[in-house]
C-alpha cells in the first residue's frame, strides 16, 4: 500500500476572475472559426437526454499521440467507474472523447512557482487549451487557462455534456478542480487525481485537507458548524469514521473525516460516507431512474368497461439496485413489492375518478433516508358506471334466485364457451365492489352457482351481481332484504 500522498486542487475562481474580461472577445473572434473535433462516443448507456454525459478533452497531444490520449482517458473512465459510488450508478453514465490535437506536445512549465522540481526545466509548449503548471505559485496545479476555448469545443462537439475533463500530455504529477477539472495523463496517480478532481467539479466538494483560508466556504463535506445536532452531516455521526473534526490549518473549519480516510484527502482511498452522499444525490439531479412509463395518458385514461388495465415502469437501476417501488390503489397499496408493472381489473375501480399512484425511491444506504430521491406518478382513470347492465335479472342468459334473496341465492348463467375461468362479482349500485370470487372452470351452455348472503357481506339493498368468463360477461340485478 502506498503512503497516501497529499495533493492540491484548486478551484479556478482566479482563472474566471481574471480571463474574463478577456474572454467575451475572444469567444466573439472565435465564433466565425468555430471548429468542431472528431468525438468518440465509447461508453454507451442511454439516450443521452437523460444520462450524466462525462466528456474527457485532450490538451498537449499532437495529432500522433491522440491515440495514446484515447489510452489515457479510457483508463482514467475504467478507473473511475471501479469507484464507489460512480461504480454502483456506472450506467447511469455516457462517456465520450473529443480528440482535440495540440500544434505541439506536452504541458507548460513556467517554473514560478517555489516548490518547482528543480530537475523539470523550463517549457512552452503550443498547446490548444494552454494548461500549465506552476498555477496559483503551486507547482503541481495544473489548469487549463483558456476556458473560453473549452467552452467553444464543447458547445460544438458535444453540447449535451454535463462535465468535462481536460487530460493534459505529460507524465507529471498534477490536477486541479473548478468548472473544468484537470488531471495530468501520464503519471501513475494520474487516476486517483482525477477521480478526486471529479470530487471537486462534479459533487462540489471540497478538500479534507487544509488548502488554505480561500478554499474556506460552506460544502457537503466542510462547515464551520461543529454542532453534533445541527451540522449537515449530522445523520452520518458515529457511522464508520465520520465525526466533525477540525481541519490541520484551521480551528474554525471542520470536516468529516480525518488522518487521510477520504479521497477528497489523500488518493488511494475511498469517498467518505459524507462525499458519496453528495456523488449520488448530484447524479440523481442529472438522472431520472423512471426511463419510460406505460400508459403515458396521466389525467385522460378511461377504464375499458371489463378486463383488465396493465402500468409498467421501465427503471434505470443502480448495480446492485436499490430502487424501491410501491404502487397505491386510490390510497391503498397494490401489486407486489418493488414490481415495476402492476395489472389492474377493471371491476377493481370506483365509478368515478380513480387514482393509481406509483412511488420510486433509490433507498440506497449510500444516502440518508431524509434524502432519499423519490419519484411519484400518479395516474387517474375514470371508470364509468356499467351500461350493459340487465335491469331484468331474467335476461341475458343469467337469472338470480330467489330474488329478492335473504339468506342465500342462486345465479344460473349461460356460458358460450368453455372457459378456463370464471368470475362471479357484486356491485352497489354506485360501483363499488363489495365481494368477487372465483368460479374455476365452466362448461359450455348452462353453469350454476351458489352464493350465501353472510358470505358475502351485503346489507340489505340493490346489487348487481356479473358472471365473467373467458367469452361472456352477463350481469343481472338483485334486491337483497332481511326478515324483520
Ligand atoms: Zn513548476
Ligand atoms: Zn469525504
Given at each position: 500500500m502506498n503512503t497516501p500522498s497529499r495533493f492540491s486542487l484548486f478551484l479556478a475562481h482566479c482563472v474566471a476572475g481574471c480571463i474574463s474580461a478577456l474572454s467575451a472577445t475572444i469567444l466573439l473572434l472565435q465564433s466565425a472559426s468555430?471548429?468542431?473535433?472528431?468525438?468518440?462516443?465509447?461508453?454507451?448507456?442511454?439516450?443521452?437526454?437523460?444520462?450524466?454525459?462525462l466528456v474527457y478533452l485532450s490538451d498537449g497531444y499532437t495529432s500522433s499521440e491522440l491515440s495514446t490520449f484515447s489510452v489515457h482517458a479510457r483508463d482514467m473512465n475504467t478507473a473511475l467507474f471501479a469507484t464507489s459510488p460512480f461504480k454502483e450508478y456506472r450506467?447511469?453514465?455516457?462517456?465520450?472523447?473529443?480528440?482535440?490535437?495540440?500544434?505541439?506536445?506536452?504541458?507548460l512549465h513556467p517554473k514560478t512557482a517555489p516548490?518547482?522540481?528543480?530537475?523539470?526545466?523550463?517549457?512552452?509548449?503550443?498547446?490548444?487549451f494552454e494548461t500549465t503548471f506552476d498555477y496559483g505559485n503551486i507547482h503541481r496545479l495544473v489548469v487549463p487557462r483558456r476556458t473560453d476555448k473549452i467552452n467553444t469545443v464543447l458547445a460544438a462537439s458535444v453540447p449535451d455534456y454535463d462535465q468535462a475533463f481536460v487530460v493534459a500530455n505529460t507524465t507529471e504529477y498534477g490536477g486541479s478542480g473548478g468548472t473544468y477539472p484537470a488531471a495530468t495523463g501520464g503519471n501513475t496517480s494520474s487516476f486517483e487525481v482525477m477521480i478526486h478532481e471529479l470530487g471537486h467539479s462534479f459533487a462540489y466538494l471540497a478538500d479534507e485537507y487544509w488548502a488554505g483560508p480561500q478554499y474556506a466556504i460552506e460544502k457537503p463535506n466542510m462547515t464551520a458548524n461543529a454542532n453534533t445536532t445541527t451540522n449537515k452531516w449530522s445523520y452520518w455521526l458515529g457511522r464508520g469514521n465520520i465525526g466533525i473534526f477540525p481541519y490541520s490549518g484551521s480551528n474554525a473549519?471542520?470536516?468529516?473525516?480525518?488522518?487521510?480516510?477520504?479521497k477528497m484527502e489523500a488518493l488511494g482511498r475511498p469517498f467518505?460516507?459524507?462525499?458519496?452522499?453528495?456523488?449520488?444525490?448530484?447524479?440523481?439531479?442529472?438522472?431520472?431512474?423512471?426511463?419510460a412509463v406505460s400508459p403515458t395518458n396521466f389525467n385522460a385514461l378511461t377504464a375499458p368497461a371489463s378486463g383488465t388495465i396493465v402500468f409498467r415502469l421501465?427503471?434505470?437501476?443502480?448495480?446492485?439496485?436499490?430502487?424501491?417501488?410501491?404502487?397505491?390503489?386510490?390510497?391503498?397499496?397494490?401489486?407486489?413489492?418493488?414490481?415495476?408493472?402492476?395489472?389492474?381489473?377493471?371491476?377493481?375501480?370506483?365509478?368515478?375518478?380513480?387514482?393509481?399512484?406509483?412511488?420510486?425511491?433509490?433507498?440506497?444506504?449510500?444516502?440518508?433516508?431524509?434524502?432519499?430521491?423519490?419519484?411519484?406518478?400518479?395516474w387517474t382513470i375514470n371508470?364509468?358506471?356499467?351500461?350493459?347492465?340487465?335491469?331484468?335479472a331474467s335476461a341475458g342468459g343469467l337469472s338470480i334466485f330467489p330474488n329478492p334473496a335473504e339468506a342465500s341465492f342462486a345465479v344460473q348463467y349461460e356460458s358460450s364457451c368453455a372457459s378456463a375461468n370464471g368470475v362471479v362479482e357484486i356491485v352497489d349500485m354506485a360501483g363499488k365492489q363489495l365481494f368477487t370470487k372465483a368460479l374455476g372452470a365452466q362448461r359450455v351452455g348452462q353453469n350454476r352457482v351458489a352464493l350465501d348472503i353472510v358470505e358475502a357481506h351485503l346489507p340489505e339493498g340493490a346489487y348487481l351481481v356479473s358472471i365473467t368468463t373467458d367469452c361472456t360477461r352477463q350481469t343481472g340485478k338483485m334486491l337483497v332484504s332481511r326478515k324483520r
Open positions: 468555430a471548429q468542431s473535433f472528431p468525438t468518440e462516443n465509447f461508453m454507451n448507456n442511454g439516450p443521452r437526454s437523460n444520462r450524466v454525459n450506467t447511469f453514465f455516457n462517456t465520450s472523447l473529443v480528440h482535440v490535437p495540440s500544434a505541439q506536445s506536452g504541458v516548490d518547482c522540481p528543480a530537475t523539470m526545466p523550463v517549457i512552452r509548449p503550443t498547446t490548444y473549519w471542520f470536516r468529516p473525516t480525518q488522518g487521510g480516510q477520504c467518505c460516507s459524507v462525499c458519496a452522499e453528495a456523488i449520488v444525490l448530484k447524479i440523481h439531479t442529472l438522472v431520472d431512474v423512471i426511463q421501465t427503471l434505470l437501476k443502480p448495480d446492485p439496485n436499490t430502487l424501491t417501488v410501491r404502487w397505491l390503489l386510490n390510497g391503498t397499496p397494490w401489486g407486489s413489492a418493488n414490481a415495476e408493472s402492476v395489472t389492474i381489473p377493471v371491476q377493481n375501480l370506483v365509478v368515478g375518478a380513480n387514482s393509481l399512484t406509483a412511488e420510486v425511491v433509490d433507498a440506497t444506504a449510500m444516502i440518508r433516508p431524509a434524502n432519499q430521491p423519490k419519484r411519484t406518478l400518479t371508470r364509468t358506471a356499467p351500461t350493459s347492465v340487465v335491469a331484468d
